[in-house]
């Protein structure tokens, strides 16, 4: 069975610049988390969607956003990129209410 | 506010040194506590997953136990293969929000 694939590996912007990163869950999963894990530091939640809807969002501003699209797999999008938005963004699915996230390899973004 | 923190931040051991790696959480109603190992530059690796105090997990040389407040990753006999940063995560009865903690990066030294 597959995993999570993330799509791309790695990414350089530069910073005033638009990214769209790509996440497709394991077959059967319906939720699809985003986090972003700086250099050193924990896995800070973006955004949860589930069933084409988003269900719940962390502290970050209106510039990160996506979307879930019928087949359940999800974009995140980040307008005008900073510098501290340099990370490892990483997906992650799980079946709806049954606990265990599984996670993607990440798609790490440098800001330029 | 639901809150994980893992203990202790780094941790260096001889290759056969057993120890034990702590997260003590705070949730308002725990749905289940979860065990994960991050390799760097990739993504986090699933291993246990917990739901109530009492209950122990076993793979291979990992251990993982629960309580009320905290759970432990018991290694034992760690090889360097076992170097990786473990970390911990909670999920509450409402909602469906996970909280992570900042890790624990274990080095295990041949």
């Known amino acids: 069975e597959a995993g999570v694939t993330q799509s791309p590996t790695h990414l350089i912007k530069t910073r005033g610049q638009q990214v769209t990163l790509r996440c497709s869950p394991i077959s059967g999963h319906t939720s699809v988390y985003w986090y972003q894990q700086a250099l050193g530091l924990g896995l800070q939640f973006l955004l949860w969607?589930?069933?084409?809807?988003?269900?719940n969002r962390g502290n970050f501003p209106p510039r990160f956003s996506g979307r879930q699209f019928p087949n359940y797999s999800s974009e995140l999008n980040v307008n005008a990129l900073e510098l501290e938005d340099s990370a490892l963004y990483l997906c992650a699915s799980s079946r709806l209410n049954t606990g265990e996230l599984f996670f993607g390899e990440g798609s790490r973004l440098t800001v330029l | 506010e639901d809150q994980v923190t893992q203990s202790p931040e780094a941790l260096r051991l001889q290759e056969g040194e057993s120890s034990s790696l702590n997260c003590s959480y705070t949730?308002?109603?725990?749905?289940?506590l979860f065990w994960y190992r991050q390799d760097p530059g990739k993504g986090p690796e699933f291993l246990f997953t917990?739901?109530?105090a009492g209950e122990e997990k076993e793979k291979e040389r990992l251990k993982a136990t629960l309580t009320k407040k905290e759970s432990f990753l018991h290694i034992t006999a760690p090889k360097p293969e076992d170097s990786a940063t473990y970390l911990c995560?909670?999920?509450?009865?409402?909602?469906?929000?996970?909280?992570f903690g900042t890790g624990t990066s274990l080095t295990v030294i041949p």
């Open positions: 949730v308002s109603g725990l749905r289940g």
């Open positions: 995560a909670v999920q509450a009865r409402t909602g469906n929000q996970f909280y």
């Open positions: 917990l739901y109530s």
């Open positions: 969607y589930d069933e084409g809807e988003e269900r």
